[in-house]
């Protein structure tokens, strides 16, 4: 017997989506997946894998590259765009460097040849999925992580003397001036100079970040870009979304203590946050 064969035991119940226009090869493939404990399913076409993904959650699609009417690489590009969380497997006998490039650009976790056997395929997914599990295993303690720093600060924000010893700077300048607000990041205040003029006491991580908005006024930052500007953190899109959006909103809750139009700061849906100089009081004094 192979060693390196799978086996049902160690073969996780994950839902599989088999995409090939060659009946033969989705059903074979189908059949020997579900006998290794997956739940496999079949389309017969890119518009049909995409109905079945609207339809359906899957974990894995394997994907036929080359298909009438719509190939693989399109229905990969919809398919990530759609379902970033799908790994996706190319499958292909038609070969090219180009095709190679495309798969990898448009998302694609592997890239297996045809012909092939159940075993090399097998042996793909387990591979992919069990990426994946560490993916999300370090998610889980990232958020746990921030999960302990937020309380902390909070509890550090709420006991905190103005007069005690402070963190070093989280910024290259000790101080920041943007507008109406000015960020002094070693002692973790800002001064909103409005009518009357307010001082914000800021948590560690609150003044990070306001530090990364006003290096770069009005211009829209990610949040991967956010992290990386103010921890030097090279985060995924998901794990910088999960850091840097609570931090935003506390900011907002501080700064923007009434309807003012506009606030100061900004969101661009589906690209990032940005922060508004605004050169007099945004409440119209």
Known sequence: MDPHA??????????????????NIRDTFAAALQM????????????AALAALQHGAFDLMLL??????????????QASARYPRLLIIILTG???LASAISAVQSGAVDYLLKPLGIAEIAQAIARALEQRAATTRR???????????????????????????????????????????????QKRLCVVHAFPPRTLYLTEGETAILAALM??????????????AAWQYELDELQ???????????????????????????????????????????QGF
């Open 240 to 282: 910088a979304i999960s850091l840097v959006r609570p931090y935003i909103f506390r900011l907002r809750q501080k700064l923007e203590t009434t309807n003012q139009q506009p606030p100061y700061i900004q969101t661009m849906r589906g690209h990032g946050y940005t922060l508004i100089a605004h050169e007099t009081d945004p």
């Open 94 to 96: 038609h070969a090219t």
């Open 215 to 228: 290096a770069r006024p009005r211009v829209v930052q990610t949040c991967r870009e956010l992290a990386r």
């Open 6 to 23: 799978p086996t049902l035991s160690a073969a996780p119940r994950a839902r599989l989506l088999i995409v090939d226009d060659e009946p």
């Open 36 to 47: 290794l404990g997956y739940a496999a399913e079949t389309a017969c076409s890119g518009s």
């Open 139 to 185: 998610d889980q303690l990232i958020r746990q992580a921030l999960d302990a720093l937020h309380a902390a600060e909070q509890t550090s924000a709420l006991s905190a003397d103005a007069s005690a010893p402070v963190a070093p700077p989280t910024c290259a300048e000790r101080v920041r001036q943007v507008g109406t607000l000015t960020l002094d990041c």
């Open 64 to 77: 036929d590259l080359k298909m009438p009417a719509m190939d693989g690489i399109e229905v990969m590009r």
